[in-house]
């Protein structure tokens, strides 16, 4: 394995105020309480932050149902120039967000600068092209808006999650609150003041920093016409009983349990880093994480040990080193949901590995882990552990792996790798998985539409398909 001699990607391209406001009707006005937002690479506290009370939703609901009115009366092509000052704005701003991005929530440089700002200004730009075009998108002649969005994101992709909320929405003539994560709120703070230099009008987008509470005061509140969450599945489902016979509009993206199968005819080493990238993007943080490998038994030993190999190249470290591939765990609470589960893992017989790494002091770590032999009655091969922990599964027969990969709760996304399209084409149609990549994983593009089916959720975003969460 290579020496690399450290190659850090500089932290002056970001300035962080000791504090910031909540952003409501185009202006930051202090909360009444804060909470610490802090870099899970170091524990070192970045930025003090609004927590949202109610009051400060009612006025953020209220600012956005007086911009209503008027961004949902503008022509769409003059919406769309804003959303493409926007997505200008992010693509000039992508190295400073990138930082930002990486300091607030512990992910690898080379991730948020290759892959997250991307697709975040990607999103902007897509969406910007169909505000002009609503009539074509197949929702009916004259589609309206909805009103007023209330929308609720989780840390694992703050700046994305973003995008995927607010591009589409705006574009479809809505205006929004939105509620970022508590751990990861900087990069929306960031965002509202692309919203200002972008001349957004005043209440189009407001962003209320805050907890759960905050959270479930936005989902609760009489005032918006439509939520869109996503996160775990505990929490959609209690959004789900709040919103039931409202008349809100609602959409869920929840978590997953991914198969990622690999038949016998697998290019193996293509294979190898579609696990490697399916389980250990994000350090594992992904809903659509590919977080069990179904194997063929006959490859089974050839295709581990190649994994292995791979897995022992794999730097884990300082996020803002360029050459970092695994970063930080996001929070305390979620390091230790990942060491529980994996300890369990342990307990109930399956057998860990990790290769040898050795990991900082501070901040929160988890080296990259796989278990093998593990059984569909482990809790590992059921439960979401998000984070980078790999349960590893054998099958004899196609048969045997569409129903192991279908033996789950979850439904967002799978994997197929075979040299047979005949093959990948039968498999598919047999998953009942919102996003089945053939021979990749974790490919995402604006034009394609994502979500899942089961306890993962309902409604799609992305594509034109989700423009129709936004119209009526
Ligand atoms: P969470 O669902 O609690 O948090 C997601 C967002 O919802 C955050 O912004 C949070 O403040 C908000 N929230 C929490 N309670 C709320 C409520 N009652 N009403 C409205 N909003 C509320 O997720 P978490 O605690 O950060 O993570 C727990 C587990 O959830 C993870 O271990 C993982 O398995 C899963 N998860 C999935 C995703 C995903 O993308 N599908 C994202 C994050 C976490
Ligand atoms: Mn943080």
Redesign the pocket.
Known sequence: MFEYAPAPESRSVVTIQPSYGLFIDGDFTPGKDVFKTINPATEEVLSEVALGAPEDVDRAVAAARRAFATWSALPGAERAKYLFRIARIIQERSRELAVLESLDNGKPIKETRDVDLPLVAAHFFYYAGWADKLQYAGFGPDPRPVGVAGQ??????PLL?LAWKIAPALAAGNTVVL?????TPLSALFFADVCRQADLPPGVVNIVT???????????HPGIDKVA????????R??AR?VAGTGKRLTL????KAANIVFDDAPIDQAVEGIVNGIFFNQG????AGSRLLVQESIAEELLDSLKRRMATLRVGDPLDKNTDVGAI??A??LA??TELSEIGSEEGAERWSPECSLPDRGFWFAPTIFTGVTQAHRIAR?????PVLSVLTFRTPAEAIEKANNTPYG?SAGIWSEKGSRILAVADKLRAGVVWANTFNKFDPTSPFGGYKE??YGREGGRHGLEAYLA
């Open positions: 609720v994101i989780p840390w694992n992709f999650m509620k970022p994560a508590e751990t805050g907890a759960g509470d905050t959270g479930r005061y936005l989902v609760e969450f996503t996160g775990s599945t505990e929490v959609g209690q959004i709040s993206e929840l978590g997953g943080h992904v809903c659509c996001n929070s609470a979620q949901r990942i439960e979401e552990i998000f984070g967002l993962s959720g």
